[in-house]
């Protein structure tokens, strides 16, 4: 091998070193911003899903309490039921009873 095909063989060398190194450095700064964006994403995001738990369980506490006020109420409306069909009842037989009393009347003279 003769001096210039050495000279010419160490800038291959040389060129294929540095495109490699440059390479590999702009490699890593490539990862290394992704990973940090992440990290401050993966952040952002574990703040959003820490609020969106507790908007989610004020949300189920709210149901809740308005679900046993509701029961609350249907359970008195159905006493109130209760109560009313009992004295509709009670008035429907005292009307019977009326009736039959006046029927009576009107009939022996």
Sequence with gaps: MNRTEFIIATAIILMLAFALGWFSYWLLH????????????????????????????????????????????????????????????DARTEAEEMRAYIERMHATP
Excluded: K, P, V
Aim: proline share 0%; charged share 40%.
């Design 30 to 89: 490539r990862f290394r911003r992704i990973a940090g964006a992440d990290m401050g994403e993966l952040d952002r995001l574990a703040q959003s899903l820490h609020e969106a738990e507790e908007t989610r369980d004020q949300a189920l506490l709210y149901l809740e309490d308005r679900e046993a006020e509701l029961t609350n109420r249907i359970s008195q409306t159905e006493a109130e039921l209760r109560a009313a069909m009992e004295g509709l009842r």
